[in-house]
């Protein structure tokens, strides 16, 4: 027999009755049932109950056995008796008798339980994260994300990809981010970056006469972290084809994000579909870029209602400057001033004067509230008309760029039906009794986030939103360029590297404000999963793109320089994404952090608590670099 194990914590089943079997694991819990022993084992596969009673001889050392103790058991796998059996368990059948026990190695006393499932500081959490992965929840995650990424790796390969690996330690690479630099010693003073992405090299290799690439990046930024976003590090489904257009990459994509999603929703519906919705929609009808589609709320303008009218807040905001809008989010089943006065207190506490409203009850038109008051019933009665005119259909899109104002346009064509279905809890009829509206009044550019945030609010509030479906969309046409307030210059609105739409031609003639760009995203439940884009090939368009965001041809051979001398022997069209493995992992295991799903994270400081990162180091090793601190004064 094995030194350790015959079979393992999670093997064992009727067929095994009778047999004597050897196990190792961890005791997961022990009771004591007048007198008799009970010890679940638990190794990666599974668990195992087994039994000493008074009689066995192993009964004295099963007594001194704690949780977390590793042991090895020998014993007789026999049928549990009637009425003990544990059908949630595939070991439930069955119980192992022990005659020996082994210890392998004792415990100390825990700083968090492994049973069960209960909340624990995070900092306890990641300081023994290797105790927290013996979680059954975290451990299944874990093992969720290594079977997503095969399912990637397959789906990827089906497609025609070929998996490659670029390196790690490159030049810095302005790309949105802080670079993370490791200097060099053998070129004192010079610094190394590790990638932020694999953005050139895989150009590079569209360069070097490969046709379709893809890799499960590491990729490193040195940003703030938050909930969805892991600071240090993360990985990426990256990929980039050859001789493609924006079509062709959405049809390589959209079945490796689909397949994936279907393969590990655990049945909740996934859209088969997805829309496209412009980026310039996007943000008028839902706040964002990254809308939740499962949510059936959209932002409508009804400026032309308080132009002139008795409310003097929004006439006289309208009145001042043209640009002035008044956006109206719908409310159904809101419509109570206990609810609506929750709302404006927590506009307040997110930094904004509040959130004016009108509900309607008892048959009234007129509504009630502040605003209904002061802009009167006929207005109020105009409000309502409009807006049931415009309930009564869904969200449509997309829309063009210089329409992008006009409600009547950005309800030009229809979801498809997946997506339709989720909007089944809107009330198609319109605005009742018991229903509510809210109102934001600013510059779009000034307001769509706030406005965004509201929709999400009160689509929660209310219990609007199906959280049992996976609703994706592509979000298309991002703007090239955005004005820098802070710099007073336009500049890149997300990669440098993309294809505006016109090409050269865009560049040299049109406002760079107005110009969209070959760049997408997809999104799925609010979160942006995949970003990519159409790539600028053309030397000389790439020379004239970063020169209007104030870069001239030397900046772009000094920083881009491989790249750019590539592009004078024969570049091909192309382009690709980056989809974020672990939020996509994030979304299918059910959690909202990404620490839920991540091996060995860094916590909100991005101190690695369990190895002491990051760490001081000697003066030798800085005197190797050429490198003398200047540290802050406290």
Request: net charge negative.
């Amino acid at each position: 027999m094995h030194r350790y194990r015959s079979h393992t914590c999670g093997a064992l089943r009727d067929s095994h009755i009778d047999q004597t079997v050897r196990l190792s694991g961890w005791c997961h819990r022990i009771r004591d049932h007048g007198g008799v022993l009970f010890i679940d084992l638990r190794d990666h596969y599974g668990l195992t109950q087994c039994v000493a009673d008074p009689d066995s001889p192993a009964f004295a050392q099963a007594e001194k056995l704690r949780s977390e103790w590793v042991v090895r058991i020998d014993g007789k796998a026999r049928r549990r008796p009637a009425g003990t059996e544990n059908p949630e368990l595939p070991t439930g059948q069955i119980e192992i008798y022990i005659n020996e026990i082994e210890v392998l190695g004792p415990a100390g006393e825990l700083p968090l339980p492994v049973f069960g499932e209960q909340e624990y500081p995070e900092d306890i959490r990641l300081k023994y994260r290797f105790l927290d992965l013996r979680r059954e929840k975290l451990h299944q995650n874990i093992m969720t994300r290594g079977a997503i990424v095969d399912s990637m790796r397959k789906r990827m390969k089906e497609q025609g990809f070929f998996e490659f690996q670029t390196p790690i330690l490159t030049a810095s690479s302005p790309e949105g981010a802080r670079d993370f630099l490791v200097p060099s010693r053998i070129h004192p003073g010079k610094f190394y970056a590790l990638p932020q992405a694999p953005q050139q090299y895989k150009q590079l290799l569209m360069m070097s006469g490969f046709d379709r690439y893809f890799q499960i990046a590491p990729c490193f930024r040195d940003e703030d972290p938050r909930a969805d976003r892991l600071p240090g590090e993360f990985y990426q489904l990256d990929l980039e084809m050859s001789f493609v257009e924006q079509d062709d990459v959405f049809a390589a994509v959209e079945p490796v994000i689909t397949g994936v999603f279907e393969e590990f929703a655990k049945g909740k519906p996934v859209t088969k579909n997805w829309p496209r919705i412009s980026h310039s929609a996007s943000v008028r009808a839902f706040g964002t870029d990254k809308p939740d589609l499962r949510n059936p709320l959209m932002i409508h303008d009804v400026t032309n209602v308080f132009r002139d009218s008795g409310f003097g807040l929004f006439a006289r905001g309208i009145a001042r400057d043209s640009n002035v809008r008044i956006w109206a989010i719908p409310a159904p089943k809101g419509g109570s001033r206990a609810f609506c006065d929750r709302m404006d207190g927590w506009a307040k506490g997110e930094g904004q004067p509040g959130l004016g409203y009108i509900f309607w009850r008892d048959g009234d038109n007129a509504g009630a509230g502040p605003i209904a008051k002061n802009i009167g019933p006929e207005l109020a009665a105009q409000l309502k008309r409009e807006l049931n005119g415009r309930l009564g259909q869904l969200v449509r899109v997309p829309v063009p760029m210089e329409e992008q104002n006009s409600l009547e346009n950005l309800l030009a064509e229809t979801f498809p039906i997946e997506v339709a279905n989720s909007y089944r809890n809107l009330r198609p009829s319109g605005l009742v009794d018991g229903d509510a509206v809210f109102f934001v009044m600013g510059v779009p550019k000034d307001i769509y986030k706030f406005a965004g945030t509201a929709r999400t609010k009160v689509g929660e509030e209310l219990a609007l939103i199906d959280k049992e479906q996976f609703a994706m969309a592509w979000i298309v046409d991002f703007p090239m360029y955005e004005y820098d307030e802070e710099a007073k210059k336009i500049d890149f609105a997300h990669n440098p590297f993309s294809m505006p739409q016109g090409g050269l031609g865009a560049l040299e003639s049109l406002d760079p404000l107005s110009i969209p760009a070959f760049q997408y995203d997809i999104t799925c439940n609010g979160y942006e999963i995949a970003s990519g884009g159409i790539r600028n090939h053309r030397p000389e368009a790439m020379v004239k793109a970063f020169e209007i965001a104030g870069y001239g041809e030397n900046d772009v051979v000094e920083r881009f320089g491989g790249m750019y001398r590539a592009f004078q022997y024969g570049a091909p069209p192309h382009g690709g994404m980056a989809a974020g493995v672990d939020r996509i992992v994030m979304l299918l295991c059910g959690t909202t952090n990404l620490r839920e799903i991540s091996l060995f994270p860094m916590n909100q400081r991005a101190e690695d608590l369990l190895m002491g990162a990051p760490s001081d180091v000697t003066p030798k090793q800085l005197r190797e670099l050429h490198i003398r601190l200047n540290l802050p004064q406290d």
